[in-house]
């Protein structure tokens, strides 16, 4: 995705009285058909580029932001949250960091597509409209999960899903999404949609679990009936509503409480 994926919470979040960023990734920051046409800028881009890049940009800013990530950019925020940055974080259907081991059938079956070919970790590999809506829209119409493709739907590095995906929990050595589950850092909240395919609830509920020995404050919520188009879905505004409320009340704890 990029950042058109945000584009009801802006104005949503802007209309509470908030200043709203969407950083793009490193490239992305041209419009979807176009990404869909330059598939290499996809293909080449790396975890600790993008990182850096978003990391910049909280850099630059006057005071620790909260951070909301989906996805993989739920992994970011936590590679994020482990540079000391941000005064909350709170990810969406988050995409594990290394060490999270749990990979639910349906979340294998929604990565088969550019798992099926070693070939593709050298790749941009996108989702059918098919495929989109068993991974992302499970619980749309095949009609509204179509358009949702259309509109935002762009292909994603293979080198992410196979290197971080698959090869990262069996590699010596740590990777670049492994985090040091046992430090300090701003509270996170992770969560999770019911009927998610792709990053099901028992892989966010893993990822959580993981910061047991951390200091820092670590929740979880599941929304019940939400698949992983939960940003986007109908009623998408409880799972902004909650992202923000917990965002706030927890921003700049650095303790559990």
Not at 72 to 92: D, E, K, M, N
Not at 179 to 193: E, K, N, S, T
Request: aromatic letters at 12%.
């Amino acid at each position: 995705m990029t950042p058109r994926s945000w584009e009801h919470w802006v104005p949503y979040y802007e209309a509470k009285g908030y200043r709203v960023l969407a950083p793009a990734y490193p490239g992305f920051d041209i419009e979807v058909e176009a990404l869909r046409e330059n598939p290499g800028i996809i293909a080449s881009l790396t975890v600790p580029e993008t990182v850096d890049h978003l990391a910049g940009a909280i850099e630059a800013l006057d005071s620790p932001p909260i951070i909301i990530g989906h996805s993989f950019g739920g992994t970011l925020t936590q590679l994020l949250l482990a540079r000391g940055l941000g005064s909350a974080g709170v990810v969406i259907d988050s995409a594990p960091t290394e060490g999270v081991r749990v990979s639910p059938l349906s979340q294998v079956r929604s990565l088969f597509p550019a798992l099926k070919n070693p070939a593709n970790i050298h790749k941009a590999v996108g989702f059918t409209a098919k495929e989109f809506h068993y991974a992302f829209a499970n619980t749309l119409s095949a009609e509204d999960s179509n358009a949702a493709w259309e509109r935002y739907a762009i292909a994603a590095p293979g080198n992410w899903v196979w290197v971080y995906g698959l090869i990262a929990n069996y590699k010596p050595g740590h990777q670049e999404t492994w985090v040091d589950y046992g430090q300090d850092r701003a509270p996170l909240l992770f969560i999770a949609g019911e009927k998610d395919h792709i990053m099901p609830p028992a892989v966010n509920k893993s990822n959580a679990s993981h910061y047991k020995n951390s200091p820092a404050l670590t929740e979880y919520f599941e929304f019940e009936g939400r698949d992983h188009w939960t940003c986007a879905a109908p009623g998408w505004e409880a799972v902004a509503d909650y992202a923000l409320e917990w965002a706030g009340k927890h921003a700049g704890t650095t303790a559990r409480t």
